[in-house]
């Protein structure tokens, strides 16, 4: 998926200096910021087009699908569950923990959740 492909309501986040990865109503991947990318250890070459269930840990991707369709069932600006205490898998298998803020998006009917991404204190 291109750039060139998505709304503006999307590419304007391209130039955040935050750690942004927007996903469409289908779990994949249209934007990953620059920080994101640093954050995560993944290029956008790698992970645009592919579910977001990639950056979670393996052994929690399966019930992530699940926490994914809750959102979109409703969706609403809102911090990830702190409890669950968050990580991110790195394609070397590496775990960084992280704060999500997640926020809907919709364009033209279609729904998008903007993932706010924060390193957290582990």
Do not use: C
Not at 42 to 53: K, L
Not at 66 to 75: I, K, M, S
Not at 89 to 102: K, N, T
Request: proline share 7%; glycine share 6%; net charge negative.
């Amino acid at each position: 998926m291109s750039l060139f492909d998505l709304p503006e309501e999307i590419t304007k986040f391209e130039a955040s200096e935050s750690a942004i990865v927007i996903v469409n109503v289908e779990g994949a991947v249209v934007l990953i910021t620059k920080a994101a990318e640093r954050l995560l250890g993944v290029s956008s070459e790698e992970i645009v087009g592919e579910f977001v269930e990639l950056l979670v840990p393996s052994d929690k991707r399966w019930g992530h699908q699940a926490y994914r369709r809750g959102y979109q069932a409703e969706p609403n600006d809102r911090e990830m569950d702190p409890g669950l205490l968050p990580e991110a898998e790195r394609p070397d298998g590496s775990l960084v923990p992280i704060s999500i803020r997640l926020e809907p998006l919709k364009i033209d009917g279609s729904l998008y959740t903007i993932a706010h991404i924060t390193e957290r204190d582990s």
